[in-house]
C-alpha cells in the first residue's frame, strides 16, 4: 500500500487522526489513522497470585470497568519510565523491578500504537493499603484480586477492557515460561 497524501482532521491533546490517500493494486482510496502515544500496563503482582484492578468510568462506553494500571509514555520517556509514573499516580504504589512481559499493538489496522506490558512485583500489604487519589484518570475505585478470581471475572464479562485482557495473557504466558517475583 503506497501512501500518496496525508492531512490532519482532527487533533487534541491525546490524539490526531489523519486521513492518508493510499494506492494498493490501482485502487486508490482514503485509510483514516489515529496516532495515539504508545502506552503501559502494569500488572502489580504479590507472590499469593495477586493484583490490584482499578474500576475506571469510561465516557467512550458509558460504562465503568475494571482495568489494570497504565497510561501513555509521555515525551522523551521510557516504557519502564512511564511504568513506574503510571503505578505511582493511580495507586501510590512504587514499582521497584519491573519485569517486562511483552507488547502488542491493540489495533494495528487503525493505529500504530504499541502497548509494554510490565509486572511489578509487590506485597500482599502494599496491595492492600492502596488508596487511588481522588479525581486521578477517572479511577472510581480499586479491588485487590486473586488471579484465578481475575480470569473468572473476564470471562463473566466483568473485565472488558481489551489491554486489560491481551495483558494477563501475557502475565500467563509468563507464569507457564517459569517466571517468577524476587520475593
Not at 482514503?30 to 504508545?38: C, G, I, L, N, S
Not at 497504565?70 to 509514573?85: F, L, M, Q
Amino acid at each position: 500500500m503506497d501512501k500518496l497524501a496525508s492531512r490532519v482532521v482532527y487533533e487534541n491533546p491525546w490524539l490526531r487522526v489523519v486521513e492518508d490517500a493510499v494506492e494498493q493494486d490501482g485502487v486508490r482510496r482514503p485509510y483514516a489513522v489515529v496516532d495515539r502515544p504508545d502506552s503501559v500496563v502494569v500488572v502489580p503482582w504479590t507472590e499469593r497470585r495477586e493484583l490490584i484492578l482499578l474500576l475506571q468510568d469510561r465516557h467512550a462506553s458509558g460504562e465503568q470497568g475494571w482495568e489494570l494500571p497504565g497510561g501513555a509514555v509521555g515525551p522523551g520517556e521510557t516504557p519502564s519510565d512511564a511504568a513506574r509514573r503510571e503505578l505511582a499516580e493511580e495507586t501510590g504504589l512504587a514499582a521497584g523491578d519491573l519485569v517486562q512481559l511483552g507488547e502488542f499493538r491493540p489495533l494495528p489496522a487503525l493505529t500504530a500504537q504499541r502497548v509494554t506490558v510490565f509486572a511489578s512485583p509487590q506485597t500482599t500489604r502494599s496491595l492492600a493499603g492502596v488508596a487511588v487519589p481522588p479525581g486521578v484518570d477517572d479511577i472510581v475505585g480499586s479491588r485487590v484480586v486473586g488471579l484465578d478470581e481475575c480470569l473468572l471475572m473476564v470471562t463473566r464479562g466483568e473485565i472488558t477492557d481489551g489491554l486489560t485482557i491481551a495483558s494477563l495473557l501475557l502475565l500467563l504466558t509468563w507464569l507457564d515460561s517459569g517466571g517468577e517475583g524476587p520475593w
